[in-house]
Nanobody, 126 residues
Framework: QVQLVESGGGSVQAGGSLRLSCAAS????????MGWFRQAPGKEREGVAA???????TYYADSVKGRFTISRDNANTLALQMTSLKPEDTAMYYC????????????????????WGQGTQVTVSE
């Protein structure tokens, strides 16, 4: 089994930057894809960015393209570099992973993943 623990959340002013990290442990060799999702109060959880662990190919939601970068620092650490943050980026951010083969078309859908971290809060003020 794989366990995920996020860190790096916090409060920042609009225009600022934050870097989120996700530490993976357990059977990490089995992970096929990983991603970052977020959920704001009263809203559904949405996919932000995803990456194939083998090829390193990445995918982004339109709302964060050009501002967020997903990467793997090493085999057990997933990162999300967030720049030019906006108040609408305020949400709980979750790291996720899955060992099953997944088509890119669903990488930003919740149902593509069955392993989730507990989340880290990001708050962006005006």
């Amino acid at each position: 089994q794989v366990q995920l623990v996020e860190s790096g959340g916090g409060s920042v002013q609009a225009g600022g930057s934050l870097r989120l990290s996700c530490a993976a442990s357990g059977d990490t060799y089995s992970i096929y894809c990983m991603g970052w999702f977020r959920q704001a109060p009263g809203k559904e959880r949405e996919g932000v960015a995803a990456i194939y662990t083998g090829s390193g190919r990445t995918y982004y939601a339109d709302s964060v393209k050009g501002r967020f970068t997903i990467s793997r620092d090493n085999a057990n650490t997933l990162a999300l570099q967030m720049t030019s943050l906006k108040p609408e980026d305020t949400a709980m951010y979750y790291c996720t992973a899955d060992p099953r083969t997944r088509q890119y078309s669903i990488l930003l859908q919740q149902g593509a993943y069955n392993i989730w971290g507990q989340g880290t809060q990001v708050t962006v003020s005006e």
